[in-house]
């Protein structure tokens, strides 16, 4: 079963613009913010979000952390969806 917190992650659509932005590669939170027109708190409120529901990691490397996305929690994802398809067959 997933997490709560997945659920709330994927429902917003800036959430999901940032996971699309980390589909490209990792980025630091200054870079993912040039993307939106919202301050760098709400970039890091939405990144700890995401962080929080384990769709990505943040690695501290110098003075920077950097944003990947987790992607077994999407294969998570995937195999919870393909179950209705099954059902449903």
Known sequence: MLN?????ALSDE?????????????????????????SKAGISQHLTVL??????????????????LNTTVFQDVLKWLLRFNKEES
């Open 51 to 68: 962080k929080n529901a384990k769709l990505v990691y943040a690695e501290k490397r110098g003075q920077y952390v950097i944003y990947s």
């Open 14 to 38: 800036n959430r999901r613009k940032i996971l699309d932005i980390l589909l490209d590669g990792d980025r630091t939170a200054g870079e993912i913010a040039e993307h939106f027109a919202m």
């Open 4 to 8: 709560n917190n997945v659920y709330k």
